[in-house]
């Protein structure tokens, strides 16, 4: 028997503000549907792991106690950080411990509570910490006026334009206006984008996805687990899970028009899955900001180097497009609890594979990826999932 | 705002102090103990160029507590004449007047204050020339 890791259940809170309920409520939730999902016991779960980037409070970073005690857990649980892909790292580690053959199921639960903190203020501190703190935000850098320096890159190498860029959401949230999780089930015309109020020039303020409020869960099996207790839910078998790195601040790159670390991982992972760029049919990828997406659907090799914008205009990632991008909404219409975001990527891949997916199922999906992005791109995760009986 | 932490940069920030590695000639700020590019031990301080060109800018209208007294403001990625590359604030200009390759000089400033009667942090700014 080989050591494969599969997917048997998911579940997940819908996002946006939910001001009457703290961490435990949204963790509770998530995980109750996850298990429910997966059809099995909570006393067979070994270690719970949590992505999360802020966690409970700025004063509870330790969230792991509260999380078991109100999902009514005994197993081990303790949080992981990678920034605004903590979800994704999360995820990462839980793969990696089932394919060491140490445990047979693991819980992944990625969670963040943003509304309690103000916009303007705190939540562009907690985005800082995503980024270099010292010589990057305290020079009076934020990540939206980083990002701004990336669209500017690309616009200059590529010819990338505004008009372009603001396909992006708008077909995002054409798309999330089809899924029930999200915050913003609405469309959003691309003249709104376009016209808006700059925030961080060439970004306008209708650019960014929204930190918010939510909880999702994904649950791992072992083959051995699999074989011998046979639940009854669809299994999607994890193909890989890779991580890449790049420096922490822009200034110590070579250029700004690629993400290097989502390069590295994307490579990592469609050799360990044998397969190519060629072969993926779904991708939910890093959104944050309209250039996020550009960079991702090229640096992962959806689309040639330069022609994300292009590509994007001509509908090619659009929901049955030739490579469907974001399905979900992506960050930006799902709404962004930022360690939840990386595990409501993958939970939107598997009901995908599933054929779940309601009115924004995609035709025929074999490979689906995630692309989750700490601060800049730093830190970069990228997952490849595919049917369980392949 | 913490005050070890102000006075522990004192010499990155007020005087832009970083380092150069004596085995592989690189240049780096801000300075780390052991060189970031080939590893080496053998690095010292190195003083980073005063002048350089604006590589790309823009202007800041949502930011953290402690930088919002400033707002809007501008923020640019300056190259500096030995190649150094940092983040910093664009002042004593219009952001309507900044062209990116803008010719820039470093200058000492206020970088952020903690309250009307807390610690004020000081660094480098960048202003045209
Ligand atoms: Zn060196």
């Known amino acids: 028997m080989s050591n494969e890791v599969y997917i048997i259940g998911t579940g997940q809170t819908k996002f946006g503000e939910f001001f009457n309920l703290n961490i435990g409520d949204l963790a509770s939730e998530a995980v109750n549907k996850a298990i429910e999902n997966a059809g099995i016991g909570k006393d067979e779960i070994r270690t719970l792991f949590i992505g999360s980037t802020v966690s409970n409070s700025l004063s509870q970073s330790s969230i792991g106690g509260i999380c078991t005690r109100s999902c009514s857990l005994s197993s081990n649980a303790y949080r992981i950080e990678s920034g605004n892909a903590s979800g994704a790292a999360a995820f990462h580690h839980a793969f990696l411990s089932i394919k060491s053959g140490l445990y047979d199921v693991v819980a992944v639960l990625g969670i963040d509570k943003l509304s309690d903190y103000i916009q303007n203020g705190t939540i562009e501190k907690i985005l800082a910490s995503s980024i270099d703190y010292q010589w990057e935000y305290e020079m009076g850098a934020t990540l939206t006026g980083l990002y701004s320096f990336l669209t500017q890159a690309h616009m200059e190498e590529y010819g990338t334009t505004l008009e372009q860029l603001a396909y992006i959401p708008t077909k995002n949230h054409q798309n999330g206006v089809l899924n029930p999780k999200a915050q913003y089930r609405y469309a959003i015309p691309l003249e709104k984008f376009l016209n808006a109020k700059r925030i961080a020039d060439p970004i306008g303020r209708f650019d960014v996805a929204t930190p918010c409020d939510g909880a999702a869960v994904v649950i791992l099996a072992s083959e051995r687990y699999i074989e011998n207790k046979k639940p009854h839910s669809y299994k999607v078998k994890i193909l890989s899970s890779s991580a890449g790195s790049d420096t922490l601040a822009l200034q110590h790159r070579e250029k700004l028009t690629e993400l290097k670390a989502t390069r590295l991982a994307v490579n990592d992972a469609y050799n360990k899955a044998k397969i190519s760029a060629n072969d993926i049919n779904v991708a939910e990828v890093h959104d944050s900001h309209p250039i996020g997406e550009i960079l991702a659907i090229e640096d992962l090799g959806l689309v040639p180097k330069g022609e994300g914008g292009k590509a994007t205009v001509e509908g090619l990632t659009a929901l049955n497009g030739k490579i469907t991008v974001n399905p979900s909404g992506g960050l930006k219409a799902r709404g962004d609890p930022f360690g939840a975001t990386g595990i409501a990527q993958l939970i939107e891949i598997v009901e995908q594979i599933r054929g779940n997916a309601g009115k924004r199922q995609v035709e025929d999906v074999k490979y689906g990826l995630t692309q989750n992005v700490m601060g800049t791109g730093v830190m970069s995760y990228v997952s490849i999932l595919g049917r369980g009986d392949n | ?129």
């Open chain 2, 1 to 129: 705002m913490e005050p070890p932490k102000i006075w522990r940069e004192r010499r990155e920030r007020y005087l832009g102090i970083g380092i150069i590695c004596e085995d592989c000639q690189k240049k780096n700020f801000p300075k780390t103990r052991i060189c970031p590019d080939c590893g080496s031990e053998n690095v010292k301080p190195y003083k980073i160029a005063e002048r350089g060109t604006l590589k790309y800018f823009t202007q800041i209208m949502n930011t953290g507590d402690e930088l919002i007294f400033n707002t809007p403001y501008i923020v640019g990625l300056v190259e500096l004449e030995d190649g150094i590359k940092v983040t910093a604030q664009i002042v004593d200009c219009d952001f309507k007047e900044l062209r990116k390759g803008m010719k820039l000089e470093k200058t000492f400033r206020v970088l952020a204050r903690n309250g009307k009667e807390g610690l004020i942090k000081y660094g480098f700014k960048f202003r045209p020339i």
